[in-house]
């Protein structure tokens, strides 16, 4: 990240008690941010200013990338440079991650290398924080380590368990999202899905995302507007109402398992957005509260000084819960 001096006629920044107004900023888009739409990266850079005036500062042409104006859907390539026009920014509160959580992720480390560190993410556990969670696993690591080079390379939702993994400097972080954009990322899933998956099934529904409300997302499948999407799910073993399935995905659209198995008349079980909420509710199913999937496998290549295509890959399993083959036979 690199930022350039004050433009010309440009007032120096303002402090008070309410905020300040920040200098023109010129931004260097990582890793950890490439493929992410302009007006999606603003709002979290930017954090505590207004929605409409994000959009209103790209409307008018005050946010460049690459001194070209935008619109709001462009997506952001890594390397991009980014300006980020003057805004009176707020006060935001330091980050306070609880002593219990900074334990529960110390506890569920599975590998820590000089490149990567490798987690069994608990279900539940935000990966980073929002408006309704106020930490998430990317700050409770670093305040773990007291390493703020920590990054995240992947993302999975709050109620996904299961294999994750985080990069220790920016040199594995550019080199993972080059192998993800590149189609070297091998990532598997396990999951419990309501009815019976008698065959093996590859869905290709496009998705795209919608905003019911402002700090949400939901998605559906738009087979004219929608994104590329591709899931295999292969039974395991199924009892009656219950499938225990694995998931394969060759691309990673946000909530791509779950809209893709209810679009296909099996949605995940436990699931509160997409999933059955009587099914849910079923009384045997109270004490395994959570929604059934599982990150179980993920493999990519690791660094090393010859072409990535070269390089040996890292394989990381966590298994599943072994009371999900016993919640088949409910």
Not at 256 to 266: E, P
Request: glycine share 6%.
């Amino acid at each position: 990240m690199s930022q350039s001096p004050k433009e010309p006629n440009q007032l120096p920044a303002e402090n008070s008690a309410e905020g300040h107004r920040s200098s023109v900023r010129h931004v260097e888009i990582g890793a950890e941010n490439a493929g992410q739409r302009i007006d999606n990266f603003l709002i979290s850079t930017l954090k505590t200013i207004p929605r409409s005036l994000v959009y209103r500062l790209l409307r008018t042409g005050q946010v460049r990338v690459n001194k070209g104006r935008i619109k709001p859907s462009h997506k952001l390539s890594l390397g991009d440079s980014v300006r980020i026009p003057p805004v009176t920014i707020t006060p935001q509160q330091e980050i306070r991650v609880p002593k219990g959580a900074i334990e529960t992720l110390s506890k569920s480390i599975i590998a820590d290398g000089s490149d990567w560190i490798v987690i069994n993410k608990p279900a539940g556990m935000a990966v980073h924080g929002g408006t309704s969670v106020t930490f998430g696993v990317i700050d409770a690591m670093k305040a773990l380590f007291d390493d703020q080079s920590i990054s995240l390379v992947h993302r999975l939702d709050r109620a996904t368990s299961g294999v994750m993994v985080l990069a220790r400097h920016r040199q594995a972080s550019v080199h993972f999202q080059q192998a993800l954009v590149g189609g070297r990322v091998d990532k598997n899933y396990v999951a419990l899905l309501c009815g019976v998956l008698r065959n093996p099934q590859t869905v290709t529904a496009r998705l795209r995302k919608t905003h019911p409300t402002p700090n949400e997302n939901q998605v559906i499948v738009d087979p004219a507007g929608g994104k590329e999407a591709l899931s295999r799910f292969s039974c395991r073993v199924s009892g009656r109402r219950f499938s225990l399935v694995d998931v394969e995905i060759e691309t990673g659209r946000t909530h791509q398992i779950r809209v893709h198995a209810a679009s296909i008349g099996h949605p995940v079980l436990g699931d509160e957005r997409y999933g059955r909420e009587k099914i849910n509710n079923d009384v045997k199913l109270r004490p395994h509260k959570r929604m059934f999937l599982h990150a179980h496998e993920i493999s990519f290549p690791d660094l090393a000084s010859e072409s990535e295509t070269k390089a040996e890959k890292l394989t990381f399993t966590v298994p599943f819960d072994p009371k999900w083959s016993e919640i088949v036979t409910y």
